[in-house]
């Protein structure tokens, strides 16, 4: 089991990047896919990206492709997510989640899938 804690949120201004991190602490994540969601106030959870095990498949919500980059380095088990142009509706909170089931050649879309949650960290993009 491992414990996700998310950071390298902020107020920025619209525009601006920020670099989120998602670190793992007990086991390596280094097998199980990881995705990206976000949740603004009053809204559902949205799904964000999500990057196989091995790196060798990305995937991106319409809303952020193109801005967003998601990787992750092994050897720092930790996974990234490189937001460009931010625009304010990116406004929510960012939280990182582990696969349920380790190895999986497929990118994972769905929140039912993950069951390692980190507590998220909170973006705010100012017009």
């Known amino acids: 089991q491992v414990q996700l804690v998310e950071s390298g949120g902020g107020l920025v201004q619209a525009g601006a990047s920020l670099r989120l991190s998602c670190a793992a602490s007990g086991r390596t994540l280094s097998w199980y896919g990881m995705g990206w969601f976000r949740q603004a106030p009053g809204k559902e959870r949205e799904f964000v990206s999500a990057i196989t095990w091995s790196g060798g498949s990305t995937y991106y919500a319409d809303s952020v492709k193109g801005r967003f980059t998601i990787s992750r380095d092994n050897a720092k088990n930790t996974v990234y997510l490189s937001m460009n142009s931010l625009k304010p509706e990116d406004t929510a909170v960012y939280s990182c989640?582990?696969?349920?089931?380790?190895?999986?050649?497929?990118?994972?879309?769905?929140?039912?899938?993950?069951?390692?949650w980190g507590q998220g960290t909170q973006v705010t993009v100012s017009s």
């Open positions: 989640a582990a696969d349920r089931q380790r190895m999986r050649t497929r990118v994972v879309l769905t929140a039912n899938e993950y069951n390692y």
